[in-house]
Protein backbone atom coordinates (compact mmCIF):
# COMPACT_ATOMS: atom_id res chain seq x y z
CA UNK A 1 0.00 0.00 0.00
CA UNK A 2 1.22 3.58 -1.25
CA UNK A 3 1.89 5.89 1.99
CA UNK A 4 -0.45 8.67 1.70
CA UNK A 5 0.65 12.60 2.85
CA UNK A 6 -1.63 14.27 4.79
CA UNK A 7 -2.49 18.05 3.89
CA UNK A 8 -2.86 18.69 7.58
CA UNK A 9 0.77 19.02 9.31
CA UNK A 10 -0.27 17.86 12.38
CA UNK A 11 -1.23 14.98 10.44
CA UNK A 12 1.46 11.98 9.86
CA UNK A 13 -0.45 9.83 7.37
CA UNK A 14 -3.57 9.31 5.68
CA UNK A 15 -3.68 5.71 6.70
CA UNK A 16 -5.96 4.18 8.89
CA UNK A 17 -6.38 0.35 10.63
CA UNK A 18 -9.52 -1.02 10.34
CA UNK A 19 -9.88 -0.40 14.20
CA UNK A 20 -9.52 3.40 13.18
CA UNK A 21 -12.14 3.34 10.09
CA UNK A 22 -14.51 1.40 12.77
CA UNK A 23 -14.41 3.96 15.30
CA UNK A 24 -14.73 6.67 12.19
CA UNK A 25 -17.89 4.80 11.26
CA UNK A 26 -19.51 4.87 14.47
CA UNK A 27 -19.03 8.59 14.60
CA UNK A 28 -20.90 8.94 11.33
CA UNK A 29 -24.05 7.46 12.98
CA UNK A 30 -23.64 10.02 16.08
CA UNK A 31 -23.05 13.18 13.65
CA UNK A 32 -26.17 11.79 11.82
CA UNK A 33 -28.35 12.05 14.84
CA UNK A 34 -27.30 15.66 15.92
CA UNK A 35 -30.19 18.02 15.88
CA UNK A 36 -28.10 20.95 14.57
CA UNK A 37 -27.05 18.74 11.75
CA UNK A 38 -24.49 20.27 9.00
CA UNK A 39 -24.92 23.87 10.17
CA UNK A 40 -23.80 22.88 13.88
CA UNK A 41 -20.74 21.02 12.45
CA UNK A 42 -19.65 23.85 10.51
CA UNK A 43 -20.08 26.25 13.06
CA UNK A 44 -17.71 23.41 15.23
CA UNK A 45 -15.39 23.65 12.46
CA UNK A 46 -15.16 27.23 12.65
CA UNK A 47 -14.74 27.58 16.26
CA UNK A 48 -11.46 24.86 15.62
CA UNK A 49 -10.35 27.33 12.71
CA UNK A 50 -11.14 25.54 10.00
CA UNK A 51 -13.13 28.31 8.21
CA UNK A 52 -13.68 25.97 4.89
CA UNK A 53 -14.99 22.95 5.76
CA UNK A 54 -18.48 23.44 3.65
CA UNK A 55 -18.56 22.98 0.40
CA UNK A 56 -19.90 25.03 -2.08
CA UNK A 57 -23.96 25.91 -1.83
CA UNK A 58 -24.15 24.46 -5.73
CA UNK A 59 -23.31 20.98 -3.77
CA UNK A 60 -26.69 19.89 -2.77
CA UNK A 61 -29.00 16.74 -1.85
CA UNK A 62 -31.25 15.41 -5.09
CA UNK A 63 -33.54 13.99 -2.72
CA UNK A 64 -33.88 16.21 0.36
CA UNK A 65 -36.70 14.25 1.49
CA UNK A 66 -34.58 11.18 2.37
CA UNK A 67 -32.68 12.40 5.05
CA UNK A 68 -29.31 12.68 5.98
CA UNK A 69 -26.02 11.17 5.21
CA UNK A 70 -23.02 10.63 6.48
CA UNK A 71 -19.69 8.17 5.84
CA UNK A 72 -16.14 7.78 5.07
CA UNK A 73 -14.62 9.76 1.79
CA UNK A 74 -13.73 6.79 -0.53
CA UNK A 75 -12.44 9.39 -2.99
CA UNK A 76 -11.40 9.27 -7.40
CA UNK A 77 -9.69 11.79 -9.28
CA UNK A 78 -11.03 12.22 -12.97
CA UNK A 79 -11.17 15.35 -15.90
CA UNK A 80 -12.54 16.36 -18.44
CA UNK A 81 -11.60 14.80 -22.05
CA UNK A 82 -12.28 15.61 -25.24
CA UNK A 83 -15.47 13.57 -26.00
CA UNK A 84 -13.39 10.83 -27.65
CA UNK A 85 -15.61 7.73 -29.09
CA UNK A 86 -16.49 5.16 -26.21
CA UNK A 87 -14.68 2.34 -26.17
CA UNK A 88 -11.12 3.45 -27.35
CA UNK A 89 -7.96 2.24 -26.04
CA UNK A 90 -7.54 5.86 -24.43
CA UNK A 91 -10.46 5.53 -22.42
CA UNK A 92 -10.51 1.97 -21.35
CA UNK A 93 -8.45 2.83 -18.44
CA UNK A 94 -9.23 0.27 -14.94
CA UNK A 95 -8.74 2.89 -12.26
CA UNK A 96 -12.34 3.23 -12.02
CA UNK A 97 -13.67 0.06 -12.35
CA UNK A 98 -10.59 -1.31 -9.57
CA UNK A 99 -11.99 2.04 -7.14
CA UNK A 100 -15.99 0.53 -7.44
CA UNK A 101 -14.29 -3.20 -6.57
CA UNK A 102 -12.62 -1.77 -3.61
CA UNK A 103 -16.22 -0.36 -1.91
CA UNK A 104 -16.72 -1.02 1.24
CA UNK A 105 -19.86 -0.58 4.20
CA UNK A 106 -20.02 3.01 4.86
CA UNK A 107 -18.14 4.71 2.19
CA UNK A 108 -19.31 7.91 0.58
CA UNK A 109 -18.06 8.17 -3.44
CA UNK A 110 -16.06 11.22 -3.72
CA UNK A 111 -15.78 12.37 -7.20
CA UNK A 112 -13.32 14.96 -7.43
CA UNK A 113 -12.63 16.25 -11.35
CA UNK A 114 -12.10 19.79 -11.46
CA UNK A 115 -16.12 20.20 -12.17
CA UNK A 116 -16.25 17.80 -15.66
CA UNK A 117 -19.48 19.26 -17.48
CA UNK A 118 -19.09 17.46 -20.62
CA UNK A 119 -20.60 14.16 -19.32
CA UNK A 120 -22.61 13.01 -16.06
CA UNK A 121 -20.28 11.39 -13.23
CA UNK A 122 -22.34 8.70 -12.26
CA UNK A 123 -26.05 7.06 -13.35
CA UNK A 124 -28.11 4.15 -11.88
CA UNK A 125 -25.80 1.23 -12.75
CA UNK A 126 -22.96 2.30 -10.53
CA UNK A 127 -25.25 3.70 -7.79
CA UNK A 128 -27.13 0.37 -8.02
CA UNK A 129 -23.58 -1.10 -7.63
CA UNK A 130 -21.98 1.04 -5.26
CA UNK A 131 -25.20 0.71 -3.06
CA UNK A 132 -25.43 -2.96 -2.64
CA UNK A 133 -21.91 -3.26 -1.73
CA UNK A 134 -22.74 -1.02 1.15
CA UNK A 135 -22.10 2.67 0.04
CA UNK A 136 -24.11 5.70 1.49
CA UNK A 137 -23.97 8.00 -1.16
CA UNK A 138 -21.81 9.85 -3.11
CA UNK A 139 -20.85 13.58 -3.74
CA UNK A 140 -19.98 14.44 -7.39
CA UNK A 141 -18.95 18.24 -8.69
CA UNK A 142 -20.16 17.82 -12.25
CA UNK A 143 -23.98 16.36 -12.92
CA UNK A 144 -25.35 12.82 -12.46
CA UNK A 145 -27.87 11.42 -14.87
CA UNK A 146 -30.65 8.31 -13.89
CA UNK A 147 -32.39 10.35 -11.11
CA UNK A 148 -36.11 8.51 -11.23
CA UNK A 149 -34.16 5.18 -10.91
CA UNK A 150 -31.65 5.88 -8.76
CA UNK A 151 -34.25 7.99 -5.83
CA UNK A 152 -35.63 4.26 -5.12
CA UNK A 153 -32.19 2.90 -3.66
CA UNK A 154 -30.83 3.58 -0.49
CA UNK A 155 -27.88 5.63 -1.87
CA UNK A 156 -28.29 9.50 -0.95
CA UNK A 157 -26.18 11.38 -3.79
CA UNK A 158 -25.22 15.14 -3.69
CA UNK A 159 -24.26 17.36 -7.03
CA UNK A 160 -24.72 20.76 -8.39
CA UNK A 161 -27.25 19.60 -11.27
CA UNK A 162 -28.45 17.09 -13.64
CA UNK A 163 -27.63 15.78 -17.34
CA UNK A 164 -28.58 13.22 -19.61
CA UNK A 165 -25.28 12.79 -21.68
CA UNK A 166 -23.13 9.77 -20.29
CA UNK A 167 -19.58 10.55 -19.12
CA UNK A 168 -17.99 7.69 -21.19
CA UNK A 169 -15.37 8.89 -23.38
CA UNK A 170 -16.00 12.27 -22.09
CA UNK A 171 -14.92 11.69 -18.13
CA UNK A 172 -11.19 10.31 -17.54
CA UNK A 173 -10.42 8.55 -14.07
CA UNK A 174 -6.72 9.51 -13.50
CA UNK A 175 -6.34 7.50 -9.48
CA UNK A 176 -8.23 7.11 -6.48
CA UNK A 177 -7.52 7.24 -2.58
CA UNK A 178 -6.18 10.31 -3.00
CA UNK A 179 -6.40 14.41 -2.09
CA UNK A 180 -9.61 15.69 -4.21
CA UNK A 181 -10.75 18.96 -4.49
CA UNK A 182 -14.91 18.91 -4.60
CA UNK A 183 -17.32 22.52 -4.09
CA UNK A 184 -14.30 24.25 -3.00
CA UNK A 185 -12.87 21.96 -0.46
CA UNK A 186 -10.09 19.52 -0.10
CA UNK A 187 -10.84 16.08 0.91
CA UNK A 188 -8.84 12.98 2.17
CA UNK A 189 -9.14 9.71 2.12
CA UNK A 190 -11.42 8.75 4.92
CA UNK A 191 -12.17 12.15 6.00
CA UNK A 192 -15.72 11.93 7.23
CA UNK A 193 -18.45 13.52 5.10
CA UNK A 194 -21.89 14.41 6.16
CA UNK A 195 -24.85 15.90 3.84
CA UNK A 196 -28.20 16.82 4.79
CA UNK A 197 -30.71 19.63 3.31
CA UNK A 198 -28.32 22.44 3.78
CA UNK A 199 -25.82 20.63 1.87
CA UNK A 200 -22.20 19.15 2.58
CA UNK A 201 -19.51 19.51 5.49
CA UNK A 202 -15.72 17.80 5.34
CA UNK A 203 -14.74 16.77 8.61
CA UNK A 204 -11.03 16.08 8.98
CA UNK A 205 -10.70 12.79 10.35
CA UNK A 206 -8.56 13.48 13.00
CA UNK A 207 -10.74 16.14 14.24
CA UNK A 208 -13.73 13.93 14.39
CA UNK A 209 -13.90 13.60 18.01
CA UNK A 210 -13.46 17.52 18.69
CA UNK A 211 -15.89 18.80 15.82
CA UNK A 212 -18.48 15.80 17.14
CA UNK A 213 -18.04 17.47 20.98
CA UNK A 214 -18.07 21.52 20.03
CA UNK A 215 -21.25 20.77 17.73
CA UNK A 216 -23.19 18.99 20.60
CA UNK A 217 -22.04 22.15 22.85
CA UNK A 218 -23.15 24.47 20.18
CA UNK A 219 -26.89 22.58 19.87
CA UNK A 220 -27.52 22.36 23.21
CA UNK A 221 -26.56 26.39 23.80
CA UNK A 222 -28.70 26.96 20.68
CA UNK A 223 -31.53 24.52 22.11
CA UNK A 224 -31.39 26.51 25.69
CA UNK A 225 -31.58 30.23 23.72
CA UNK A 226 -34.51 28.75 21.44
CA UNK A 227 -36.40 27.92 24.58
CA UNK A 228 -35.44 31.28 26.70
CA UNK A 229 -37.42 33.23 23.57
CA UNK A 230 -40.41 31.35 24.32
CA UNK A 231 -40.30 31.87 27.89
CA UNK A 232 -39.28 35.33 27.91
CA UNK A 233 -41.18 37.18 24.80
CA UNK A 234 -41.12 40.82 26.70
CA UNK A 235 -37.11 40.97 26.55
CA UNK A 236 -35.41 41.84 23.64
CA UNK A 237 -32.98 39.81 21.37
CA UNK A 238 -30.12 41.73 22.57
CA UNK A 239 -30.41 41.02 26.49
CA UNK A 240 -31.69 36.87 26.01
CA UNK A 241 -28.19 37.01 23.98
CA UNK A 242 -26.31 38.59 26.98
CA UNK A 243 -28.35 36.50 29.34
CA UNK A 244 -27.03 33.10 27.40
CA UNK A 245 -23.75 35.37 27.27
CA UNK A 246 -24.29 34.58 23.16
CA UNK A 247 -22.66 36.91 20.37
CA UNK A 248 -25.26 38.68 17.80
Known sequence: ???????????????????????LLGLCQKF????GG?????????????RRGYMDPSIKPYFPEKGRMCGLAYTIRGANVPGLPPRTKEVRETVDVEYYDNI???????????????GTIIGDVIVT????????GAVCDGPIRDLERIKGLDFLPFGPSACPVSGEGRVLW????CIVQIGGVWVEPYDIIFGDMDGVVMIPKHLAEQVLSKAKEICRKEDVIKKSFLEHRHMKLLDIFAMHERRP
Request: contains cysteine; aromatic residues 8%; charged residues 30%.
Open 129 to 136: FAASRGAV
Open 1 to 23: MKKQISLYPEVKTQDLTSEQKKK
Open 38 to 50: TAACSDALDSLGY
Open 174 to 177: IEYD
Open 32 to 35: KRLS
Open 104 to 118: QPGYVLMYGTDVADR
